[in-house]
């Protein structure tokens, strides 16, 4: 399974951005779905997930970025996007996406991931 993430770049606060993650290899409605960033200095940390159980799906979002950030995904495309806006000089990172079978207790936990993309940089400034 291979995850290719896209959409990073520069963008001034109060902007928006929408990050992308392709993912190809495996089969992409089977896998819960995540997307995790690293600050310079900081520890990766959870950002949003979605899962699909029963034909419904489910949306995890860190405190920092609810109301601001949308997961969803495309299972045409087999893509999962993350719809930013509001951004914030704090949310200045390397985004990662994630695949993998999290229970939904622990969608939030890396360790529950089993495929990662390259990261993609997001830049928020002035």
């Known amino acids: 399974v291979q995850l290719q993430a896209s959409g990073g770049g520069l963008v001034q606060p109060g902007g928006s951005l929408r990050l992308s993650c392709v993912v190809s290899?495996?089969?992409?409605?089977?896998?819960?779905m995540g997307w995790f960033r690293q600050a310079p200095g900081k520890e990766r940390e959870f950002v949003a997930a979605?899962?699909?159980?029963?034909?419904?799906?489910?949306?995890f979002y860190a405190e920092s970025v609810k109301g601001r950030f949308t997961i969803f995904r495309d299972l045409a495309k087999s893509t999962m996007y993350l719809q930013m806006t509001s951004l914030k000089s704090e949310d200045t990172a390397v985004y990662f996406c994630?695949?993998?079978?999290?229970?939904?207790?622990?969608?939030?936990?890396?360790?529950?991931?089993?495929?990662w993309g390259q990261g993609t940089q997001v830049t928020v400034s002035s």
């Open positions: 979605t899962t699909l159980s029963s034909g419904n799906s489910n949306t």
């Open positions: 994630a695949a993998g079978r999290p229970i939904q207790s622990a969608v939030r936990a890396s360790s529950m991931y089993y495929y």
């Open positions: 290899g495996g089969t992409f409605r089977s896998y819960g």
